[in-house]
């Protein structure tokens, strides 16, 4: 692990010149300060160090690390057990040297860093460099060149990254079985997502982002887990582990609560199992991530139009962004260290340089916008939902006049929310769906629904 | 409920005349802003409000409750689907008005408050009052005014609170004897803990407090679950329940993995035991909580000198904290909305008005020195450690020579970590052990883990 840890520390070198420092950030407190929520280090702190440190921060510089951190107290021995000296913490992520904390302030002059996610935290990181921190400082910054570094860096995943990715994918597959076989007897949407959760926590991670386990898959990000499941209900499950290291997997299915999809979600899951297909078919590198996005959007308008819920030539109702009436969000995301990778740093890691994000309805929650390169991995999520927030609004209905077949919509009440998501490496020649192992297929669903 | 909100709100407005804004605080982002940790509201809200709102503040002035919120944007409808607006917000908590966040420039004259933990809504609250909050301005200020009022009143609980930590303790039970259960087949220490945080997180409950599910009881705030499980352990589990309206329990059992206790384990685990009883047996309003602490202390040193582990008289051994060696916490704390009630106030509402804490070994960890009174809820936690901190410290070996026999204690070194938690309702008569579904007997316990 080291060996690699230290290529990321040297490539990061090669390409920025100035000294890098990076901190790992703090636990926050939740009610009180002796109640904490656990800890996340910073991903970026993470990649380079491989150890989830709280309250430490390393700096790069002519190709040495030191670390800084304060050793454990008297009384963090008594409550925390014993606890890393920070020598034997140097020695396990190779650094060169190693301070306490305060040393810091004799390192900082002309240092790039990326600002961490809890504000006491970046206060220190504003007090250390005595400056504001990229976005609140001009773009020609070294930050910004720091970040593009490792956006560099991150966008693509080595040995240990993958392995790491597979660790968290294995378990959350896990878990969505685990959710399909419990929710024969579960009686609210809660016992699922207990069930589904349990398995990440027995396995010693943790959940990558707030589990999405409902009934009603057309709020986009309920996390709501009161509904009681009822017959002829759909659950879509959105559920992701995360390492100890805090690599992170995203996984979606969608099952029927009494195991059996009726007729018209049938109808309408192999639609959106068939813009899923499609779209890992139609990925290799090189492929525009935007044009995989559209070619959902097309599988989509074409498959409703075959059921008779939209009306049109398939390829004009993309263009009209009628599609996104039923799928307003983009077909996936970044995956790595985040559940959607680097997105602290806004669009910068998504967006191919010179790109920004559209304006259309049905391509602004578009999140990456790169061609495929080997190495990444992304999210493969096409879906369907009937929102009221979009079939109930006005100017929709005004626009989408004639394109809309309401009374055929009505025959297809039953499906309120489908998704299908599954993570995706790019290799050298072609894919590798990582999460393979969790069939898509109805049948094989509703197989594991009744195992 | 509304009618015991408006009782709260009134009993807090007779307390003091000033008026009270309260904030909520907001969700703090874990690893990008869109990824938060789960949102905890402020007790304090919680209490007035009985709904966890975010990024809200009520002011109570009057005899009135005016409610600021900010209606939902259409994007929070498209992603988060239909929320309550700020009218029917308010009507739920019974406010007289209701405006949005930024109106709230308008009151804040001569208002008191407390300050909220996330660090952003900290900010706004400086920024909005234009000063300093206690504890960093003057103690004779309106904020801690404000405080003690608050104090007075959480400090006993009344029916709605009383029914949710009810609640939190049936759920909390459930994940003890699950664990229990589940110890029979389990591997590691996380496989414990994913079966009884699953049960909490089907219920819709989350963890009041970071679960401590450990073979190593010995290290008291232990958060690692990567420990195998070998015949011979006993796992300590500190794990507790906390209700949608913020309520909290807090439970510890300790069992054998092999479900049964072997002799060694089994008389330190009466001693542990012992303690635990005769403090329930004692306590009643008016008696000190400190007492019942150091009536642990002797119950545990009497029970060390039986077992030949110490040496000398009880009364002595506990004057001298020799009991501390090997139990040097508190005997418990309040229990309430946070799960040690009110700690961010840090010892105002723990300490009685006048008291602070003591500088012993065997009491500086007390979290709670007043006379007990009808309605106050406390946990009643004894335990018995080998800390190698303490056992291994030459400080305490100099200190204590000739009162430990070494060659004795060698032969309990299967017992690294007991202890027994349980939360006990003060009552006009007596008391309510509210946690006395879940056994503590040593037979108990083995018939549970063998079910």
Same mark, same amino acid.
């Given at each position: 692990?080291?060996?690699?840890?230290?290529?990321?520390?040297?490539?990061?070198?090669?390409?920025?010149?100035?000294?890098?420092?990076?901190?790992?950030?703090?636990?926050?407190?939740?009610?009180?300060?002796?109640?904490?929520?656990?800890?996340?280090?910073?991903?970026?702190?993470?990649?380079?160090?491989?150890?989830?440190?709280?309250?430490?921060?390393?700096?790069?510089?002519?190709?040495?690390?030191?670390?800084?951190?304060?050793?454990?107290?008297?009384?963090?021995?008594?409550?925390?057990?014993?606890?890393?000296?920070?020598?034997?913490?140097?020695?396990?992520?190779?650094?060169?040297?190693?301070?306490?904390?305060?040393?810091?302030?004799?390192?900082?002059?002309?240092?790039?860093?990326?600002?961490?996610?809890?504000?006491?935290?970046?206060?220190?990181?504003?007090?250390?460099?005595?400056?504001?921190?990229?976005?609140?400082?001009?773009?020609?910054?070294?930050?910004?060149?720091?970040?593009?570094?490792?956006?560099?860096? #991150?966008? /693509?995943?080595?040995?240990?990254?993958?392995? !790491? @990715? %597979?660790? &968290?994918?294995?378990?959350? *597959?896990? +878990?969505?079985?685990?959710?399909? #076989?419990? /929710?024969?007897?579960?009686?609210?949407?809660? !016992? @699922? %997502?207990? &069930?589904?959760?349990?398995? *990440?926590? +027995?396995?010693?991670?943790?959940?990558?982002?707030?589990?999405?386990?409902?009934?009603?898959? !057309? @709020?986009?990000?309920?996390?709501?887990?009161?509904?009681?499941?009822?017959?002829?209900?759909?659950?879509?499950?959105?559920?992701?582990?995360?390492?100890?290291?805090?690599?992170?997997?995203?996984?979606?299915?969608?099952?029927?609560?009494?195991?059996?999809?009726?007729?018209?979600?049938?109808?309408?899951?192999?639609?959106?199992?068939?813009?899923?297909?499609?779209?890992?078919?139609?990925?290799?590198?090189?492929?525009?991530?935007?044009?995989?996005?559209?070619?959902?959007?097309?599988?989509?308008?074409?498959?409703?139009?075959?059921?008779?819920?939209?009306?049109?030539?398939?390829?004009?109702?993309?263009?009209?962004?009628?599609?996104?009436?039923?799928?307003?969000?983009?077909?996936?995301?970044?995956?790595?260290?985040?559940?959607?990778?680097?997105?602290?740093?806004?669009?910068?890691?998504?967006?191919?340089?010179?790109?920004?994000?559209?304006?259309?309805?049905?391509?602004?929650?578009?999140?990456?916008?790169?061609?495929?390169?080997?190495?990444?991995?992304?999210?493969?999520?096409?879906?369907?939902?009937?929102?009221?927030?979009?079939?109930?609004?006005?100017?929709?209905?005004?626009?989408?006049?004639?394109?809309?077949?309401?009374?055929?919509?009505?025959?297809?009440?039953?499906?309120?929310?489908?998704?299908?998501?599954?993570?995706?490496?790019?290799?050298?020649?072609?894919?590798?769906?990582?999460?393979?192992?969790?069939?898509?297929?109805?049948?094989?669903?509703?197989?594991?629904?009744?195992?």
């Amino acid at each position: 692990m080291i060996d690699i840890l230290q290529q990321r520390r040297q490539k990061l070198t090669e390409l920025i010149n100035t000294p890098i420092i990076l901190w790992s950030g703090k636990a926050i407190s939740r009610n009180f300060k002796a109640n904490l929520y656990p800890f996340r280090a910073s991903s970026h702190f993470l990649y380079f160090t491989g150890l989830a440190l709280e309250n430490a921060a390393i700096l790069l510089e002519n190709g040495t690390l030191t670390l800084f951190i304060d050793d454990p107290s008297p009384d963090d021995t008594l409550w925390h057990g014993e606890t890393p000296t920070r020598e034997s913490i140097a020695k396990q992520i190779g650094a060169d040297y190693a301070y306490p904390l305060a040393e810091l302030t004799n390192y900082t002059a002309h240092a790039a860093t990326i600002a961490v996610q809890d504000p006491t935290t970046y206060q220190q990181q504003l007090n250390r460099l005595n400056r504001p921190l990229y976005p609140n400082n001009t773009p020609e910054t070294i930050d910004l060149q720091l970040i593009n570094a490792i956006i560099t860096l #991150r966008l /693509t995943h080595d040995e240990l990254a993958l392995t !790491e @990715i %597979r660790k &968290a994918i294995k378990v959350a *597959i896990e +878990a969505h079985k685990m959710g399909m #076989r419990a /929710t024969k007897t579960a009686q609210t949407e809660a !016992e @699922i %997502r207990g &069930a589904m959760e349990g398995v *990440i926590i +027995a396995q010693n991670m943790t959940c990558a982002y707030n589990s999405i386990v409902t009934v009603h898959g !057309e @709020i986009l990000h309920n996390q709501d887990y009161t509904h009681n499941l009822n017959p002829g209900d759909l659950l879509l499950a959105d559920v992701g582990a995360e390492t100890p290291l805090g690599w992170a997997s995203d996984i979606t299915r969608t099952w029927p609560i009494t195991g059996q999809f009726s007729p018209t979600q049938r109808d309408i899951y192999d639609i959106v199992l068939s813009a899923h297909d499609r779209c890992i078919e139609a990925m290799k590198p090189g492929v525009e991530y935007r044009d995989i996005h559209l070619l959902a959007c097309l599988t989509i308008a074409e498959g409703l139009v075959n059921l008779g819920i939209l009306q049109g030539n398939p390829l004009d109702l993309v263009e009209k962004d009628a599609h996104a009436l039923f799928f307003p969000h983009g077909i996936g995301h970044l995956l790595g260290l985040d559940v959607h990778d680097m997105e602290d740093l806004g669009d910068l890691a998504g967006y191919e340089a010179g790109r920004t994000r559209s304006d259309r309805f049905g391509l602004g929650y578009l999140r990456l916008d790169r061609p495929l390169k080997s190495g990444m991995i992304v999210t493969i999520e096409p879906g369907f939902y009937q929102v009221p927030a979009i079939l109930n609004n006005p100017d929709f209905c005004h626009k989408y006049q004639g394109i809309i077949n309401w009374d055929k919509l009505a025959q297809f009440s039953d499906v309120r929310g489908i998704r299908i998501e599954d993570d995706v490496l790019v290799t050298d020649t072609g894919i590798e769906v990582l999460t393979a192992d969790l069939p898509t297929s109805p049948d094989a669903i509703e197989t594991l629904c009744q195992s």
